[in-house]
């Protein structure tokens, strides 16, 4: 099983970026899929999910309106998309599945 984010980087306040998660080694489309995130010398916090399907999603209230989770099952990709990003943002962000996680992207806003 491997969960592999790329995206991450540094932008300035108000900025975007989209992660991407490339996944093999498990049935995808049959899979929910999460990102979750951690602050420097914060505990790991949930940001999104969206189910196997792609017609549900969830979001954490603070990026509510700001922050896209999509996938493309035939792709075996899921996607974060994150508009008008806040120093709070900062952090490690990585994608997950209930049982396995990816090793992360950084994001920095300053």
């Known amino acids: 099983v491997q969960l592999v984010e790329s995206g991450g980087g540094s932008v300035q306040p108000g900025g975007s970026l989209r992660l991407s998660c490339a996944t093999s080694g498990f049935r995808f489309n049959h899979t929910a899929m999460s990102w979750a995130r951690q602050a420097p010398g914060k505990e790991l916090e949930w940001v999104s999910g969206?189910?196997?399907?792609?017609?549900?999603?969830y979001y954490l209230d603070s990026v509510k309106g700001r922050f896209t989770i999509s996938r493309e099952n035939d792709k075996n990709r899921v996607y974060l998309q994150m508009d008008n990003l806040r120093v709070e943002d900062t952090g490690v962000y990585y994608c997950?599945?209930?049982?396995?996680w990816g090793q992360g992207t950084q994001v920095t806003v300053s």
């Open positions: 997950a599945t209930t049982r396995y």
């Open positions: 969206i189910n196997s399907g792609g017609g549900s999603t």
